[in-house]
């Protein structure tokens, strides 16, 4: 039986959507069939489910798909805004090559603490480092002292610094490297008209503003909350 692809739209130039809608049962499937998820990352998930804020952590196959990022560029310098309990931390981490740094910036020292303890566990104390801050203040001081210096760059933080985030992480990054954005569908808002709350409009900018950057090449993957994937050039 052949699959069944979605009808053709009218307007000639107006591309075919071909992605697969996800409901739970295909997303078992793809979590089934393609995370391999560490005992580390598998407790750490677990205690965070326990918040109240448990929706902010990051999903398997999200992680997964980071690390794969992570082994692919083979990155010596990661910085990562917003680390929650640390589930794209150790994700990253898990998959540095043995002479690389991570970075992790966060403002809240509960959330760390969390996310320290896991660290340690996965044996990556002495590669990552954590640090309780204001990101932005912390950006601009990399960006006066170490600019362009950055290989790889995870973006997952508040909305309403989001386009300070992209512009300073870009001058942080490296020709040639990897920043990576999340939340840039934001639960499919964005493409809802109906939706215009501030952090809604936000991600709208933030995507305008990668989409017609000409210094980057990007692509906005339907992966978790929606995926950016940034190159330099």
């Known amino acids: 039986m052949l699959p069944n692809f979605p009808k053709q739209v009218t307007e000639s130039n107006s591309p075919v959507n071909r992605t697969v809608k996800v409901d739970d049962q295909l997303y078992n499937y793809i979590i089934n069939h393609s995370v391999n998820e560490p005992a580390v990352l598998k407790g750490l998930r677990r205690e965070t489910a326990q918040y109240h804020m448990a929706r902010m952590a990051l999903s398997p196959e999200v992680g997964q798909f980071l690390g794969l990022l992570i082994t692919m560029q083979a990155p010596k310098r990661v910085l990562e805004i917003g680390v929650f309990t640390g589930y794209s931390t150790i994700s990253m981490g898990l ?8 970075l992790a ?3 809240k020292q509960m959330w ?4 320290n303890k896991y660290i340690d566990q996965a044996g990556l104390s002495s590669q990552v480092e954590t640090r309780c801050c204001d990101a932005k203040t912390t950006m601009l001081q990399l960006q006066e002292e170490q600019p362009g210096t950055f290989d790889f760059i995870f973006i997952d933080a508040d909305k309403a610094n989001l386009l300070s985030y992209y512009n300073m992480g870009k001058a942080l990054l490296r020709q040639g490297g990897c920043m990576v954005i999340d939340n840039t569908l934001w639960w499919g808002n964005v493409a809802d008209e109906s939706f215009d709350d501030k952090d809604t409009r ?4 933030l995507n305008d503003r990668v989409h017609q950057d000409p210094e980057v090449t990007a692509s906005l993957l339907p992966i978790g909350d929606g995926l950016t994937i940034i190159h330099k050039s």
């Open 95 to 102: 998959k540095l090559s043995k002479d690389a740094q991570l």
């Open 105 to 107: 910036l966060d403002k």
């Open 112 to 115: 760390l603490d969390i996310a």
């Open 202 to 205: 936000i991600v709208r900018a």
